[in-house]
């Protein structure tokens, strides 16, 4: 009944899948609406799927006055070749033609008496594509190849004339194939039948892999736009070729074009396990017709050192020192660019929590919260703005007493006096709604100029030294991970207290934790009462 939805056969989840009018794809950019509804419920879905069809309707008849408007002319009907052919499909295309003409000639054996006449027509066939074939002669196949590209809803007279040449310098090669299957089904061989690809314009081209990855995996607005700027940056080296031409070699090609570009081996490796990711989605969910992932086949060996200066290190003491006795806590310095008091609480509170920068810099006031005359900071998705990086992130973490001492409570109701939401109102949001992109660009400059110019120190040291101190305090694994958010391990992934489907740890025993808590010959006495 609900023509759009679908579900694939390694997901529980149901999806909307709804196919755009070739003569909108150009300007709608898609060639299929796919969106997964993530639910595996049925009558879910299919109230999930009304909806996406009637937003689907109202988007398409927009682009069709839209066109309609810019050309004066009326659409192009459904069945008028309206595309032009592109490199990345001419294997499907080639492959699909191969296809239909082996398993048509299965489709009708000979008789007895017509065995002797075919084999000698189709050796002198052979013999004849043969030739053609070597001295790249598509004469032959022309009108055999224009008929099948309109057939495939392709127009050739919109096409490139060199695409078209090298399809049918392909589709030569194709009808070689088919003939020789067929002398040799002739000669007495078992040909089976040929499985029917997808239509290109529907799988196997680089739109349809992103998209099934971003419907299947959900990656965020950052990776979905560094996994689209590096399938441009492949196809800038590699050209306009389909995923099924992409070999092992033109992989490797493009590892070295990389390395030669000046990448370091960490990077390069980075950007291959993306690529690899986007592909394997595809061939798992089987939205392709690959079988073979060429990224998986190609080593990038990253050099001990480099893995050493790419691993982050957690701040020494005297780092610490140097730091929280530079400007903007010596002097007061509050600049623009680090987030004004941003530049001055999120060190302290990483230090003293452990927490990641992003977290922190998209808290609530309503984020502090007090329970029994101790207060805490709720690490929570609470907010549209506020995401964590697992589920296993939401916590409430004890405000160290040192974090009191120094005046945290009197900033927080500062804040709330002044009518703010946020706990860092300068903090505002990128494109993809990170609020402290422009804070850590400023901290690596600021920590180069005061503390240490080294790449492995950045932010994220702060929870490492957390981590480090924690264990010279005396904290249990169980508090650690508590507070850190990472997930319960051992006994606790099996005794903690159950939530929402998952164990959580105990508060009152990571409060305890916080308390003992101690970065032994740091002093922060001269902060104490700054707010």
């Not at 998209?211 to 560094?226: F, I, L, N, V, Y």
């Not at 590699?238 to 033109?250: F, H, K, M, Q, V």
């Not at 006994?491 to 159950?498: S, W």
């Amino acid at each position: 009944m609900h023509t759009y939805l679908f579900r694939r056969e390694q997901s529980q989840n149901y999806y909307f899948r709804r196919a755009v009018p070739p003569h909108l794809r150009q300007s709608i950019g898609k060639r299929e609406i796919l969106v997964s509804l993530r639910t595996s419920d049925r009558l879910t879905a299919e109230r999930l799927v009304r909806q996406h069809a009637v937003d689907t309707d109202a988007l398409f008849e927009m682009h069709e006055r839209q066109l309609s408007d810019a050309q004066n002319t009326f659409p192009y009907g459904p069945d008028e070749p309206t595309l032009a052919l592109q490199p990345s499909m001419i294997p499907t295309l080639v492959e699909r033609y191969r296809a239909e003409v082996i398993n048509t000639q299965l489709a009708t054996p000979p008789t007895k008496h017509e065995l002797a006449e075919l084999r000698t027509w189709y050796r002198e066939l052979e013999a004849r594509l043969t030739d053609d074939a070597v001295v790249g002669d598509t004469s032959f196949i022309e009108e055999t190849g224009t008929f099948h590209l309109e057939a495939e809803g392709i127009d050739p007279e919109l096409s490139d004339p060199a695409t078209v040449n090298l399809y049918l310098q392909r589709l030569l090669y194709a009808d070689l194939q088919a003939i020789r299957l067929q002398l040799a089904k002739l000669n007495g061989d078992d040909v089976k039948k040929q499985a029917m690809p997808p239509h290109p314009l529907n799988a196997d081209h680089w739109d349809a892999m992103l998209e099934c990855w971003q419907a299947e995996r959900a990656p965020s607005a950052k990776t979905w736009h560094e996994a689209c700027s590096l399938v441009e940056r492949f196809k800038a080296y590699a050209g306009d070729i389909s995923p099924l031409d992409i070999t092992a070699e033109i992989a490797e090609g493009f590892r070295d074009s990389l390395l030669d570009h000046g990448l370091s081996r960490s990077r390069v490796h980075t950007i291959f396990a993306l690529l690899r990711a986007v592909v394997n989605t595809a061939i798992e969910m089987k939205a392709c017709s690959l079988t073979e992932n060429p990224f998986a086949q190609v080593k990038v060996n990253v050099p001990d050192h480099e893995a050493d200066e790419a691993q982050r290190q957690p701040f020494e003491l005297e780092q610490l020192r140097a730091l929280f006795r530079s400007p903007v806590y010596r002097d007061g310095a509050r600049p623009a660019k680090g987030g004004r008091d941003a530049a001055f609480w999120p060190p302290l509170l990483g230090l003293y929590t452990g927490a990641r920068l992003e977290e922190l810099g998209q808290l609530h006031l309503d984020d502090v919260q007090q329970h029994e005359g101790q207060w805490f900071l709720r690490i929570r998705a609470l907010q549209p703005s506020q995401k964590l990086k697992t589920s296993t992130s939401a916590r409430t973490v004890l405000v160290h007493e040192e974090l009191l001492n120094i005046g945290f409570i009197n900033y927080v109701a500062g804040l709330r006096e002044q009518g703010e939401e946020r706990l860092f109102p300068a903090l505002t949001p990128d494109k993809y709604d990170k609020y402290t992109k422009t804070f850590s660009t400023w901290f690596n400059e600021y920590l180069d100029a005061h503390v240490v110019d080294d790449r492995r120190y950045t932010y994220h040291s702060f929870r490492h030294a957390f981590e480090e101190y924690a264990g010279w305090s005396g904290l249990t694994h169980y508090q650690v991970d508590g507070i850190l958010g990472h997930a319960p391990t051992g006994m606790a992934k099996i005794y903690g207290k159950k939530q929402g489907g998952r164990r959580r740890f105990e508060p009152r025993v990571l409060a305890d934790g916080m308390q003992k808590f101690r970065v032994e010959g740091l002093d922060l006495s001269h902060l104490h009462c700054t707010y």
